[in-house]
């Protein structure tokens, strides 16, 4: 069982940054593919980012150069580092952890771009 904790949204004006956090309690968080989604109102819930537990990334195209996702399995945690954030950026941002067939998720966080 993991349990999973994301904080660090808020308003930003556009161009700003922001970094998400997704704090990881309850099992080995190492061995876990660590995602980030999101999910603006009214639309499908998107992969943003993904980090494998060999440190292998990937992106959505529509984030790539912008966004950056790590990991400090030290302290059970995974980032998102948002920069050049556009109001189309505004959703609640959630992040899971996958371990083959299993799937935890956190609540969510929102962020919203807005001047």
């Known amino acids: 069982q993991v349990q999973l904790m994301e904080s660090g949204g808020d308003l930003v004006q556009p161009g700003g940054s922001l970094r998400l956090s997704c704090a990881a309690s309850?099992?080995?968080?190492?061995?876990?593919?660590m995602d980030w989604y999101r999910q603006a109102p009214g639309k499908q819930r998107e992969l943003v980012a993904t980090i494998t537990p060999g440190d292998s990334t990937n992106y959505a195209d529509s984030v790539k150069g912008r966004f950056t996702i790590s990991r400090d399995n030290a302290k059970n945690t995974v980032y998102l580092q948002m920069s050049s954030l556009k109001s189309e950026d505004t959703a609640v941002y959630y992040c899971?952890?996958?371990?083959?067939?299993?799937?935890?998720w956190g609540q969510g966080t929102q962020v919203t771009v807005s001047s």
């Open positions: 899971d952890a996958r371990f083959h067939t299993i799937i935890y």
């Open positions: 309850g099992s080995i968080f190492s061995i876990y593919t």
